[in-house]
């Protein structure tokens, strides 16, 4: 092999080499910006199952989903609207903490009801909670407590 055919040897090697590399970093690159494979932490899910509709328009056993916080009123900015003039426009809210699903009165002039008692400070919830707000009740549904979030 003369010198000249091994210096054509080294320098296709060498651009072979240099686009290995230039792959191997493109390839990094790509999968740095992929969204992640691994599953998001399972958030518990919860809903209201309606029981009494009152005026509201919702269907009895209509299931109402929860979010991590969920405020109930008569303010179109609720997550859950009720149309019962007994109800606050920001009366009450539930949500997630310390592991666990909360419900809370925000000084509503009516009250909320949980289990046929007043409450008067923030209470933990659990599956088949009622929760009364003026003329509508409800029914607590949570994955965590083993019933299901949704109408049984």
Not at 40 to 59: E, H, K, N, Q, Y
Not at 125 to 133: E, F, K, N, Q, Y
Request: contains cysteine; charged residues 15%.
């Amino acid at each position: 092999m003369s010198p000249l055919e091994a210096y054509g040897v080294l320098r296709i090697s060498l651009a072979v080499a240099l686009y290995a590399v230039f792959g191997a970093l493109l390839w990094l690159w790509w999968r740095s910006t992929r969204p992640s494979r691994q599953t998001a932490p399972r958030v518990a899910s919860a809903a209201l199952i309606v029981l009494a509709p009152g005026p509201t328009g919702f269907a009895s056993e209509q299931s109402l989903p929860v979010g991590a916080v969920c405020t109930l009123g008569r303010a179109p900015t609720a997550d859950i609207v009720l149309t019962d003039e007994g109800a606050s426009l920001e009366h009450a809210v539930i949500h997630r903490r310390e592991g666990l699903w909360w419900i809370e009165d925000l000084g509503s002039k009516n009250g909320t009801w949980l289990n046929q008692q007043l409450l008067d400070r923030a209470s933990p919830l659990r599956a088949g909670d009622m929760i009364a707000i003026a003329g509508v009740s409800f029914r607590f549904a949570s994955t965590e407590d083993g019933a299901p979030a949704g109408p049984s």
